[in-house]
């Protein structure tokens, strides 16, 4: 999940078991939040986004989660597959102009076959 | 046919030299990004410019020029280059005015000597 340190969170998850990537946002003023997946050598991809008058959002295979109380957001990723091997980020969208991301430090995600 | 796409892919410099980046969407998207990846995969917005407007300007020094001759292109010229500013730097689109969802390109790997 997200952290204060200087080396990137990881999470390794055996293929077929469900995956969970949480987050903390620091705006209590947010109010849109994106989880956004990075493979090695490209660039950010949207997976799903949610914004803060629901509390979860489902995709296909994903699920996000947004507690507001506590400033925490989730991605729940099921029968995770090793094409789902990246690092995700959330992002908080700052302000009244959509696109003004804020990103998380991102998550390493490593699935084992 | 590539979305967003960035050149050049990897550049190589030294200190105090001046470059450029550009880059080019063919998704018909008004509002354009530049961000900025560092050696820990944090993610940072520098600029946003939509219909050739600057309407987002994060605290970057004014060493980092942005120019976009038109909606579809967004370029981002450097001058003094200094080691900090080696980085992953990241083109992005966005087209739906109701999300926040961006169109990244595949990143510029600037290292400056």
């Known amino acids: 999940g997200e952290s204060v340190g200087l080396h990137l969170p990881t999470l390794s998850v055996q293929e077929g078991d469900n995956s969970i990537i949480n987050c903390a946002y620091s705006n209590s003023a947010s109010d849109y939040f994106i989880w956004y997946k990075q493979e090695s050598g490209k660039g950010p991809q949207f997976i799903i986004d949610?914004?803060?008058?629901?509390d979860k959002r489902q995709g296909q295979r994903v699920t996000v989660l947004l507690n507001k109380t506590v400033k925490h957001l989730s991605l729940q990723i099921a029968a995770t597959q090793p094409g789902d091997s990246a690092v995700y980020f959330c992002?908080?969208?700052?302000?009244?102009?959509?696109?003004?991301?804020?990103f998380g430090r991102g998550t390493q995600l490593t699935v084992w076959p | 046919d590539t979305a967003v796409s960035q050149t050049p892919k990897y550049l190589v410099t030294q200190m105090g030299n001046d470059k450029s980046i550009k880059c080019e969407q063919n998704?018909?998207?008004?509002?354009m990004y530049w961000y900025k990846q560092d050696s820990k995969k944090f993610l940072k917005i520098m600029f946003s410019y939509n219909n050739k407007e600057l309407i987002i300007n994060e605290t970057v020094p004014n060493r980092f020029s942005p120019k976009s001759p038109d909606k579809a292109h967004l370029n981002l010229h450097i001058n003094s280059l200094e080691l900090g500013d080696s980085a992953v730097y990241f083109c992005?689109?966005?087209?739906?005015?109701?999300?926040?969802?961006?169109?990244f390109g595949e990143g510029s790997r600037l290292t400056v000597l």
């Open positions: 949610i914004r803060s008058n629901m």
């Open positions: 992005a689109s966005r087209g739906l005015a109701w999300t926040g969802e961006l169109f």
């Open positions: 992002a908080e969208n700052v302000g009244s102009t959509l696109g003004r991301l804020y």
């Open positions: 998704l018909g998207h008004d509002t």
